[in-house]
């Protein structure tokens, strides 16, 4: 396996895709496929597939294929997920209750180990077999837990805060979802999902694909 700073960052993001699909093959029952089956799959060049992989050793065999089970437990083991991180979620508005609601973070083998919030009225309630607990305490309970990522779901100018305290209890990387650039240490990984440009980028396409079937419905009303 080649050093990870000579792997690059769109190889990496890939890995998770190439995961969730053989976890769907593995569902159906299918033990053996192809880089051409993953490729159709999950829309990626199956010899960028094959390049991809090559990064981390030899997986497959010629003519036949990746036995699913084997090359999942793999990649499972490249991205960490045999690890089972703990994380915490900081913040149980409808995003953050949603997101310690979601079942296929467990499958991956993170496991929700705490949960906090600062508004009086959430604080003590509970989420399946979770306590919301005062952010106050974060500090004791991370180390407590052996908490390894924290999740922010806050609004963002609260978002900075919160990572400052995640940091200084001792995370080792954020999920950030709040709509601002955090400033974090480098040795802090972290990742960020802002909704708002998602959607924006979708309604760019959807708005530019509208005009040119306007134009094209005009030019064809002309002709």
Not at 10 to 19: C, G, K, M, N, S
Not at 65 to 89: C, F, K, P, T
Request: charged share 25%; net charge negative.
């Amino acid at each position: 396996m080649q050093e990870s700073s000579s792997i690059s960052k769109a190889t990496v993001d890939r890995l998770p895709r190439y995961y969730r699909c053989l976890c769907l093959l593995s569902d159906e029952g299918i033990e053996i496929a192809s880089s051409e089956e993953l490729g159709r799959r999950i829309a990626v060049n199956p010899e960028q597939i094959r390049k991809d992989l090559a990064f981390f050793g030899q997986f497959g065999k010629k003519g036949v294929g990746y036995y699913v089970a084997e090359l999942q437990e793999s990649i499972g083991a490249i991205l960490g997920l045999d690890r089972h991180w703990n994380i915490a979620v900081v913040g149980m508005g409808h995003l953050g209750v949603a997101l310690a609601n979601y079942q296929g973070i467990a499958r991956l083998g993170f496991r929700i180990a705490a949960l906090f919030d600062v508004n009086p009225v959430v604080i003590g309630t509970r989420l399946g077999e979770r306590r919301v607990e005062d952010i106050a305490y974060l500090s004791e309970i991370v180390a407590e837990r052996g908490v390894q990522i924290g999740v922010i779901a806050v609004p963002a100018p609260q978002a900075q805060d919160v990572a400052d305290r995640l940091i200084a209890a001792g995370i080792r990387g954020i999920w950030n979802f709040a709509p601002v650039k955090l400033q974090v240490p480098e040795t802090v990984p972290f990742v960020s999902e802002d909704l708002s440009v998602g959607l924006s980028s979708l309604s760019y396409f959807l708005t530019h694909s509208a005009c040119e079937d306007d134009e094209l419905s005009e030019k064809n009303n002309r002709e």
